[in-house]
């Protein structure tokens, strides 16, 4: 069955410009219906690392907002703090680089919450039973909400070919060992020189898998890899980056895992999911980056559903029907050419899809309607 995709272009007119357009398409969508009177509507984003320009502008967002106060509901914008080393890896600096990209109460008119708490360790395990977790570690606050909107920048991805609303919903989504579990199913190690021996590591062990050694005078952790269940918590705890992340995970692997952390998220909120990919600013990689490259395609516009699988599906036709930008393209310029395998050329980027629809979470076919 065919899932409702609703498009509204980046072109601005008298009357009708992004603003009005993104309220249209939040009627057109009934995305009113996910949610209810006093609901607590988390409003999934990205806020951007410091440096990049590239992720959903606050002022933007704060349409979406405002739609969600009309009908009396409560909603909060939130993300997940990040694995790697950069200025959004714990709360505090996550909410300060947050404000410094313009997301300011006074400009989004909703608070920040960060889902998994201070450190990444505030989340909510839920059950899956799927192919690769039996559960997924969702953070608390996205978990307990009532309702979710994903609000996602489109645009190409260096581990998944393009990233959209099933990338940030599920990576985005999961807590910080949450996202080690998901890119890597290699054991992590100790770099001895950076140990000072803390502890602090054997404190959040859930495995008792780690113990403090001494070795000419030197003391240091060591991971016994025989009970070690690659939880990733000593990833995400040691304060001295003391043990080593592997961001090796084939990128088939990844997309599969990322979907099942979406499933997990979508576990507990049937019917209470909305969509919004802007196709603005398409740029090459991820938001994560303290640096954004040019785009590949003109702006674009903007998308709604209730189907997180139609709606990236149809951001990566509508991408590759476009004539690629020359000075970021070298191959695919043509309308109708793979724009994201001619950055990422050894991504299969069908691959998220094809397992999001396989896990039901929604339809690769859909009805593009213009609003």
Known sequence: ???????????????????????????????????????????????????????????????????????????????????????????INHIKSAIENGFAYSVVNAPIIIADGLTGKEYYEVEINQNYF????????????????VVSHFKGHEATGFGGTLKNLGMGSGSRSGKQMMH????????????????????????????????????????????????GECTVTCNYRAIAINWKEEADVLQKKIVEYAYGVLKNKENQAGYFNFLLDITPDCDCTSWNDIPFVNDIGIMASKDPVAIDQAGVDIVNQKIG??????????????????????????????????????SRKYNLIEV
């Open 1 to 91: 069955m065919s899932s409702d995709v609703f498009f509204a272009d980046a072109r601005s007119r008298s009357g009708n410009n992004l603003f009005t357009k993104i309220k249209n398409l939040f009627e057109a969508a009934n995305l009113k219906d996910v949610f209810k009177k006093d609901d607590f509507v988390a409003l999934k984003v990205h806020f951007g690392e410091p440096g990049n320009l590239g992720y959903v502008k606050p002022n933007l967002i704060r349409q979406i907002v405002e739609k969600i106060k009309e009908y009396k509901a409560h909603p909060f914008l939130t993300d997940t703090n990040t694995l790697y080393v950069g200025q959004r890896s714990n709360a």
């Open 134 to 149: 039996k559960t997924v570690k969702i953070g608390g606050a996205i978990h307990h909400s009532d309702s979710i909107i």
């Open 184 to 231: 890597s199913d290699i054991l992590p190690t100790i770099e001895i020189e950076k140990c000072n021996a803390c502890a602090k590591c054997i404190r959040w062990c859930p495995a008792n898998a780690i113990q403090v050694f001494k070795d000419n005078n030197q003391k240091y952790a060591k991971i016994d890899e025989k009970k070690c269940i690659g939880c």
């Open 325 to 362: 930008l020359e000075g970021r393209l070298t191959e695919n310029l043509k309308a109708g050419e793979d724009k994201f395998r001619s950055i990422h050329k050894n991504i299969n980027w069908e691959v998220q899809l094809e397992y999001a629809e396989k896990l039901k979470l929604g």
